[in-house]
């Protein structure tokens, strides 16, 4: 698997993610709350303070998960959460261990359909749909690998000409309209739950007026029946 990557924008840790399955699945794993750059560069600073040019599924499953967390902890540190970060990456490649002889590529290599693929890439531990989907797009578009309906499998990832995740980056500029589209969306998504948390406080609001006792109801005209209408003090007590 050889392509030009430019996610992490740093040469030594874009050509890593270049060369090697494994650094691209662990950068995938790692772009979660934290710039894209930040994330698929720790690949490499793994690498390199593992004393390698490549990850190696089977030692990174096999290290002592203290010292792992140590390792990814360093600063600077791989992700903001080093501790929690560096589980899922022992998970994920003890999970290729077992499942691909610790062969990250094998994951795609003779995948016959886009959701064949997808459905290899969310069993992946820490790969929820979303990341699954993108990875799948990054795949396509960056790597060549083009299974039969990768496109749809991939969701709105894998349309042509869209500048929504990191299987869009080609370089600094595209990174720019990628962060943009993010922020976006995110704004979007603020302003839609300020509308929805308006919209139920009114219907709170209006539910409490409309209520027997509420404002807006004359005092105990809903509580209390008209005097004509109430029973006699000598027939309530029969």
């Known amino acids: 698997m050889t392509t030009t990557i430019r996610l992490a924008q740093q ?28 994330a698929f560069s720790g690949p490499y600073t793994i690498a390199q303070r593992l004393g390698s040019d490549d990850l190696d599924a089977h030692g990174i499953a096999a290290y002592n998960p203290e010292a792992f967390v140590a390792l990814l902890s360093a600063k600077p540190a791989v992700h903001r959460y080093p501790g929690s970060m560096a589980k899922r990456v022992q998970q994920l490649c003890q999970y290729l261990v077992d499942e691909y002889g610790g062969d990250a590529g094998a994951v795609w290599a003779d995948a016959g359909t886009g959701e064949e693929l997808l459905d290899r890439l969310l069993a992946l531990p820490g790969f929820g749909k979303q990341k699954a989907q993108i990875f799948l797009a990054l795949l396509g578009k960056r790597y060549g690998v083009r299974p039969e309906g990768w496109r749809e499998a991939a969701g709105p990832y894998g349309e042509e000409g869209s500048y929504r995740s990191a ?65 006699s003090r000598s027939s309530a007590a029969e």
């Open 11 to 38: 040469p030594e840790a874009d050509a890593l993610l270049a060369r090697s399955p494994l650094a691209a699945l662990v950068g995938m794993l790692l772009d979660q709350q934290v710039p894209m750059e930040w």
């Open 167 to 231: 299987a869009d980056i080609t370089g600094p500029e595209t990174l720019a309209k990628v962060r943009a589209y993010k922020q976006e969306a995110k704004r979007a998504a603020k302003t839609a739950k300020t509308a929805k948390t308006g919209r139920t406080a009114q219907a709170a609001k209006t539910a409490r007026t409309a209520a027997p006792g509420g404002k807006g109801t004359s005092a105990g005209t809903a509580a209390r029946a008209p005097k004509s209408d109430r029973p």
